[in-house]
T-cell receptor, first 111, second 114 residues
Framework: GQQLNQSPQSMFIQEGEDVSMNCTSSSIFNTWLWYKQEPGEGPVLLIALYKAGELTSNGRLTAQFGITRKDSFLNISASIPSDVGIYFCAGRPGSNYQLIWGAGTKLIIKP | DGGITQSPKYLFRKEGQNVTLSCEQN?????MYWYRQDPGQGLRLIYY???????QKGDIAEGYSVSREKKESFPLTVTSAQKNPTAFYLC?????????????FGPGTRLTVL
């Protein structure tokens, strides 16, 4: 089946640093979604992207829908301790109801 | 408040027993989904339903069953045929609006088989 490659798998960052992560696909997607999951909880939607080239911000978070429609990027500026968690990308190929999920990027703040 | 509720939060089951996980939404969403998440893993689709009285198998449906008798409810039964049922189970729903398909999740149920 279709797969998304999400990288990096984990990140150790200092508070205040900027963070970048991305997802790539071998096929074209019509929608890219970015979620954050905290331990023992369900994922929470952060940003939704619907058009190639679209750049959308949500506070310190910025995500882009790649121009080739095969990738997406999420950036977090000036990270703070509450940013820790697992960030997932998800994409929708075609017009069906299903999403294809990345394996997640775990964000860890260095003490 | 509108949202998705899952119950119970934690569930323990003996081997060989069937168990049903509840998922209810009051968002008036058309489609509902069940995912399984294992430690350090992403989400894998078990079953989904686009409308009442209709549902389709996802990538890992073996050992699971669902029903969709009401729009707001989509219970998942983990049967004794599921070989490794210990996992975190997530329910989601979405309102189909043309090109938009933003899935919203419940808080999850952690199932442990003893």
């Amino acid at each position: 089946g279709q797969q998304l490659n999400q990288s990096p798998q984990s990140m150790f960052i200092q508070e205040g640093e900027d963070v970048s992560m991305n997802c790539t696909s071998s096929s074209i997607f019509n929608t890219w979604l970015w979620y954050k999951q905290e331990p023992g909880e369900g994922p929470v939607l952060l940003i939704a992207l619907y058009k190639a080239g679209e750049l959308t911000s949500n506070g310190r978070l910025t995500a882009q829908f790649g121009i080739t429609r095969k990738d997406s990027f999420l950036n977090i500026s000036a990270s703070i301790p509450s940013d820790v968690g697992i960030y997932f990308c998800a994409g929708r190929p075609g017009s069906n109801y299903q999403l294809i999920w990345g394996a997640g990027t775990k964000l860890i703040i260095k003490p | 408040d509108g949202g998705i509720t899952q119950s119970p939060k934690y569930l323990f089951r003996k081997e060989g027993q069937n168990v049903t996980l509840s998922c209810e939404q009051n968002l008036n969403h058309d489609a509902m989904y069940w995912y399984r998440q294992d430690p350090g893993q992403g989400l894998r689709l078990i079953y989904y339903s686009q409308i009442v009285n209709d549902f389709q198998k996802g990538d890992i449906a073996e050992g699971y069953s669902v029903s969709r008798e009401k729009k707001e409810s989509f219970p998942l039964t983990v049967t004794s045929a599921q070989k490794n049922p210990t996992a975190f189970y997530l329910c989601a729903s979405t309102e189909w609006q043309g090109e938009k398909n933003e899935q919203f999740f419940g808080p999850g149920t952690r199932l442990t088989v003893l």
